[in-house]
């Protein structure tokens, strides 16, 4: 057993930080003269993620795809944490738990769809034809039966203000690509097919851009989950001085009395 | 009831953002004209917090603050979430959230024991006098027999870089005030009374920094949650290519096994 | 670092269960042979919780406990588990996790609190005088202003049924003894220097049993938890088919915006 | 909008329970009077999810379900559960929760995939041929290149005992029909197509046994992570006199170090 476990362990460990008394290390630079002081949180959420720090351009791009998403109003997991905390209230952390475990696949998860469908789509497009490729794309979605992930929003119609600012951004800052392009084309696509108005909403413009930063799909939710997590505690410190969620819970516990009449 | 209802209505909702179809506003700011592209994520999760857009020395400290606390290498917490992702892969939310649960009294809550501390003792000096107030908390302390928060580090010793970092960025940019310096004066009275080495580490520098930006002590915790999101995300990342997981399980089985034996 | 791991490897290991190909065992009983089809899902918890089987006394009385704990309608926690469904309806898991995680000191955690103020003073009281103990936990508590656990009930007043009929139970199977006694008395004698009515609720009936029972303090919130993860599946499983969710939601966001104007 | 609530109120609300000021009733059966004493857990967790109590027989085999459930020894989500325990001690519900949410696809989430392809076949099979609806499933899978659910396992074999001791219950008390003789197909053609041992497993046995009991799929689930609980809450009762947390936590940790030199 013990030659087993020393054979695994050369397998094992993480590769992202080191410590040592004096000096920590992330991604190979020393996180208080090289990181504190000089990176931003998303610059450092994107070392962490990627392995390298940003250029200038991707600084801004991606720090701009993490403020679009971190805050969304009420919503049901804000609502939730807000509930957890009524209950819990001595356990900050998991009230932003119960926030964060509710950003599943009909809200924040799209972003992980829409990125997988562009990153697999480029990985199997020999030809780079984009149109038919798009064309294929939503043929395939109606066919199934399944909406396009990233298209749609019921409030933000016919744009969603945020999708237009970060394609802007992305644009001038030399980070607008084929993703951002075949994205472009499934929504006209889509629009044509459907007859519908379906603007490109704020998980599908990340998703696009997270193809464009060499982002791979399967953490593309992460974006969406560390973005969140400002907003979830932005909530709760909200619910502290200025609380709802009893009353949450009183509109639906008196809804039940009255049905039960 | 209906009556009821309206009368609570009007205590009910949140302040934080407005949304229209065309326009998203976050504490009275445009999302997309004046947060997304200008704002990096540090300042927008404090203008989530604190209501207003940090000045251009607060944007650099609470960066540093965040950028600080976001990795720390293999964690209980870490592990938590890479053995959450083993068994469900198709749930990244679920991960992250059972890496956030566990950031509790021992680990990254040490921000909050050290931003009450300080905060609390503050409100009630009515003459300022630091030194006797230094004084009163650790014995205090000491007399109840608890740690006093945010001072000692296993492995960094005697100082903790990230403070010494953190201290002279908030020297620099003047948000070095009556926080810092009784957090320190605790620090140099703990050494006097209990004779160790007790370096100020991250958690109290950071909570000693909540205090001279005005972020009450109820939500500094969050300030963990945050960066440590940023941190977890990672983790999982690294473990979708080079799985720690599924050996840490045999291992732990593994013992079992050989004990039973 | 092998004779290190080796001669910790000693120390660690689950001694709950073993697994064979052919054979489980939990705590030294065949799973298949000896609990499945005998035992039924309160004697699991019990041999899980404490080691050895439940006598047919303690069999019926445990059950009845976890039974009283199970459902209390629409709470914020059953709420938050509704909200999280909502938005990852692919991950039970997930939302049955957020109905657990609000459980803390407001709710269930209470039964900790009545549980440990029973058995640390049965483990201080030398004498026996379950009256003067009783005098003595009462003011100490008033005189740190707080309340006591496990009394006091806004709807079930001036008796909670679950309390009665725990302690009828308790009484027939012969387990009641000193902890049920000091918990009337507590109440008793809340009831007098307080002035009002304070009936012992649910969670301090279980508080005291789990004295009665031989179960620590330290789990004793366990009990709640497990009881209520079945109510939990089971609001989930209503809100599948008759939604309650997505209404809550608009409520609470339709009134920001009323707010708004 | 005061209109649109007061409609909208008609349809909320939780049919389960009803709360009185002296009477709390579950599925209109008292539950001081009519469950407490005389209902055990699992039964309870029957009338939650099924709106009815159990028969003798029903509550027998239900009962062994879950039994068989419980426990699983050192698994990674009750790892997950040990490692939260150790940095927030003071939430014991944050440490369950954590072991919780691991309980998806590649666990217990497969007792709802293997009640989900019994139940839908059943309800596509017209004719009731179960051989080649059998048939059909097992050859459906292989050509998609999925596993069948409920089949196999690492350790078990060639048969698991759980399964053996479930339908030898399912027999014996008149509930082994047709979705037991469709999950015993599958297996032996299972077996034949792929020319490999494929015992079914406990998860596979309970997904067929919630058919007999009318269980829908889409909560089948649930059982697992009821059952779970249980052995969670017993795992944090064993680390908190039997810690192995932090001996994980230096290992995974201890080998980082090593590889690093």
Redesign the interface.
Same mark, same amino acid.
Do not use: C
């Given at each position: #057993?013990?030659t087993e476990?020393?054979g &695994?362990?050369?397998?094992?460990?993480?590769?992202?930080?080191?410590?040592?008394?004096?000096?920590?290390t %992330?991604r190979d630079l020393d +996180?208080?003269?090289e990181?504190? $002081?000089i &990176?931003?949180? $998303?610059? #450092?959420?994107f070392l962490?993620?990627l392995g390298r720090m940003p250029s200038g351009d991707e600084?801004?791009v991606f720090?701009?795809m993490?403020?679009?998403l971190?805050?969304? $109003?009420?919503?049901?997991?804000?609502? &939730?944490?807000r509930?957890?905390?009524? $209950?819990?209230?001595?356990?900050?952390?998991?009230? %932003?738990?119960?926030g964060?475990? =509710?950003?599943?696949?009909?809200?924040?998860?799209t972003i992980?769809g829409a990125a997988r469908m562009l990153q697999e789509a480029m990985a199997e497009a020999s030809d780079g034809d984009l149109e038919s490729l798009a064309d294929r794309i939503v043929a395939g979605h109606r066919t199934r039966g399944e909406l396009v992930p990233g298209l749609g929003h019921p409030?933000?119609?016919p744009?969603d203000?945020?999708t237009?600012?970060?394609f802007e951004?992305a644009q001038a800052h030399d980070l607008s690509g084929q993703y951002v392009e075949l994205m472009n084309r499934i929504r006209r696509e889509a629009e044509r097919q459907s007859g519908r108005v379906l603007p490109i909403n704020v998980t599908g413009a990340v998703g696009a851009l997270a193809g464009e930063l060499g982002m791979p799909w399967?953490?593309a939710? =992460?974006l969406g +989950?560390?973005?969140r997590? %400002?907003?979830i505690?932005?909530?709760?410190?909200?619910e502290?001085t200025?609380p #709802?969620?009893g009353?949450?819970?009183?509109?639906?516990?008196? +809804?039940?009395v009255?049905?039960?009449r």
């Open positions: #057993m013990t476990h020393l &695994a362990s050369r397998r094992l460990g993480s590769g992202i930080a080191r410590s040592e008394p004096d000096r920590i %992330v +996180l208080a003269t990181l504190m $002081g &990176a931003n949180l $998303g610059d #450092m959420a962490e993620l600084s801004i720090n701009a993490l403020v679009a971190v805050e969304h $109003g009420v919503t049901p997991n804000t609502l &939730a944490a509930l957890t905390y009524l $209950g819990a209230p001595e356990s900050l952390q998991g009230a %932003v738990a119960a964060i475990v =509710g950003l599943g696949s009909v809200f924040v998860g992980e409030l933000h119609k744009a203000p945020r237009a600012r970060l951004l399967q953490i939710r =992460g +989950l560390i973005a997590t %400002v907003g505690v932005a909530h709760i410190s909200e502290m200025q #709802m969620a009353e949450v819970w009183r509109y639906a516990e008196g +809804l039940t009255d049905d039960a």
